[in-house]
């Protein structure tokens, strides 16, 4: 009897234990959702606009191997690149050899804490068509009138900002799944078929606007050393700082549409 309960007993902590880590699992990985208001635009885009792959760089055998000595995270594409491009060769004879060369101030990674979508972040658009003596209802689609260049950018100074933007682009891209870029085209001329009808008696607008990620987090710089004592490389990260910081990062090629009917012109 004793031995059938202490099995339930265990049978019921493994369960918790399981449920538990799922929930947890499903949590961790946040998902978007592209509403039906927001339409891709890839296709009837006007203006081209040059794809951004996130600049993830994979390091060598010998930048993992840094890294790993670090006392603090580097995740830095550029700093990486620099160690790609570097070697140390490990030799018998470097007994009693030291040496240490000062890289210079880096910002090293960038910890996401919050990743949100405004899918109506800026107005580039608005078709309009007074419909107040018609006696049908009016066909109305989206037409971009002008060109749009719609900017992102940091929501604070920071030093290196190039390097910052990089690392939060890296990371809201992957959290999001979405395409995004500091800058983002919409050309004049382009055109969506989904149909907004404006009754008669009444005045129909219809606004596009362009999405944009929210990105906030904390940056960690950091002076970067490599040291080298013996066959022994390494690297050392002094005077680490963190400043928290936030962006705003345009979705490329989306568009998201607002209509409204009214019985006056706005």
Request: proline share 5%; hydrophobic share 35%; with cysteine.
């Amino acid at each position: 009897m004793l031995r059938k309960l202490l099995l339930f007993v265990f049978t019921i902590i493994i369960s918790f234990s399981c449920s538990t880590k799922i929930a947890i699992a499903k949590t961790a990985q946040p998902t978007i959702n592209v509403p039906s208001s927001a339409l891709n635009i890839s296709k009837e885009n006007t203006y081209p606009n040059a794809s951004q792959d996130t600049p993830y760089l994979q390091p060598s055998e010998f930048t993992k191997e840094l890294i790993e000595t670090s006392n603090v995270k580097i995740e830095n594409p550029d700093l990486i690149r620099i160690l790609n491009e570097s070697n140390i060769s490990k030799t018998p004879w470097a007994i009693g050899f030291r040496a240490t060369v000062f890289l210079g101030q880096w910002p090293l990674n960038y910890e996401s804490t919050e990743t949100n979508v405004n899918w109506q972040h800026q107005r580039i658009n608005t078709n309009h068509y007074d419909n107040r003596a018609g006696k049908t209802q009016y066909k109305m689609m989206y037409s971009q009138e002008n060109q749009s260049h719609v900017k992102g950018g940091l929501t604070a100074k920071v030093p290196q900002p190039d390097h910052v933007k990089q690392m939060m682009l890296i990371e809201a891209a992957k959290k999001t799944k979405l395409t995004l870029s500091f800058q983002t085209f919409v050309g004049a001329g382009t055109k969506k078929d989904q149909v907004y009808n404006v009754a008669p008696k009444k005045v129909g607008y219809l606004y596009a606007y362009t999405p944009a990620v929210s990105e906030k987090g904390k940056v960690t710089y950091g002076e970067v050393y490599v040291t080298v004592k013996g066959s022994k490389r390494a690297i050392v990260v002094r005077n680490v700082t963190s400043q928290g910081i936030g962006a705003w990062i345009p979705v490329q090629d989306y568009v998201s549409l607002s209509f409204g009917a009214y019985d006056q012109p706005r």
